[in-house]
């Protein structure tokens, strides 16, 4: 982080684009204090170190720490209404040692379920391209909770109109936004599906089932029910995930589909994450697989003027098509529909 008052700007801008006012002020803060940025820069090569050290502090506090800051977290029952800065640097300091732990080996692995929402309209297009059955393989699934997004109910709603699909335990809200329409009717049938995920998020696992709530910004209460929801359905319908490398492993996962099947790699806000040689890795591979059959690859990334793209790339003889499908929230909340 060259420029960390550039980063933290940016990323309160993004809190303020999502409704996260807590995470907004607190970034702001921060990004003026340089002994504050210096710690959250402990974060291991490639991690975000605004997420990871909002993390930390939401992970004790979600397994019990008692502190003033507690007043300022809406999911912990706080409504204090005064400056939360002084109370947040004041509980860095006072709990710095477990904080570094935390920041230098945790990982953003958000696995928001809303995505799900976005997901279900562009695998209906996928679907309307390539056929069916499709066959899945997720890019930085987390626990793969947007492995199973066809177990979910989604609600579109554009202004009174509400369009319902599926019968899900859990219902996903999602606005549309714009004159157009996604796909509707029923979801494509599933072949198979498989996460790359090079560590894996075990929902059993109490640590990691906190720290996977840690990492939802605590303004956004309806989130954390939502997940609860999710963490229940995932239990039923566990999906498989291979542990490692993606780009290492995704040759082989590609290649185990049948040939007469249409496959799609996907991705949501994953490789944000990735170097600029790892995405030409994925993409080289991609091409590569491209010249034996057609792939498809599904992509939900932020880009770093806020906008993000809900884009479909096909791979077929060596070349790349891009098609935008639409714009959607970082998180599922709307979509808006280009095609």
């Known amino acids: ?53 909002f993390a930390a502090v939401h992970f004790l506090l979600l397994r019990g720490a008692q502190h003033p800051l507690r007043a300022f977290y809406k999911n912990l029952g706080g409504t204090c209404g005064e400056d939360p800065f002084p109370h947040f640097k004041d509980f860095v ?94 979801a494509p049938k599933i072949a198979s599906r498989i996460g790359l995920e090079r560590d894996p998020v075990d929902l059993f696992d109490p640590d990691a089932r906190d720290w996977l709530k840690a990492l939802i910004w605590p303004d956004q209460v309806e989130r954390f029910a939502r997940l609860e929801k999710a963490i229940a359905i995932y239990a039923l319908h566990k999906p498989n995930i291979v542990a490692g490398d993606a780009l290492v492993n995704l040759s082989d996962a590609i290649a185990c589909v049948p040939e007469n099947q249409p496959v799609c790699v996907y991705h949501t806000s994953a490789i944000y994450q990735f170097t600029d040689d790892m995405r030409e890795t994925l993409d080289a591979i991609l091409t590569m697989a491209g010249l034996r059959r057609t792939i498809w690859r599904l992509s939900l990334e932020g880009i770093l003027n806020g906008d993000d793209p809900l884009l479909l790339y096909s791979y077929r003889d060596g070349k790349k098509e891009k098609l935008t499908l639409g714009r959607a929230h970082p998180h599922g909340a709307w979509l808006e529909w280009l095609l």
């Open 1 to 53: 982080m060259d420029k960390p008052l550039d980063y933290w700007s940016y990323f309160a801008g993004e809190a303020r684009r999502v409704n996260a006012p807590l995470y907004e002020r607190l970034s702001i803060c921060i990004g003026g204090d340089e002994e504050l940025r210096e710690f959250a820069n402990g974060v291991r090569r490639g991690q975000p170190p605004a997420n990871l050290l």
């Open 93 to 186: 300091e006072k709990h710095r040692a477990e904080l570094a732990a935390l920041i230098a080996t945790r990982a953003t692995q958000t696995n928001e379920v809303g995505r799900s929402a976005i997901l279900h309209a562009a695998f209906r297009k996928v679907a309307m391209e390539a056929g069916e059955p499709l066959n899945l393989i997720e890019i930085g699934p987390s626990a793969g909770l947007n492995l199973i997004w066809d177990q979910y109910a989604v609600h579109y709603r554009h202004g009174d109109e509400l369009i319902l699909l599926g019968d899900g335990a859990l219902a996903i809200a999602c606005e549309l936004r714009g004159a157009k329409r996604p796909p509707l009717g029923p």
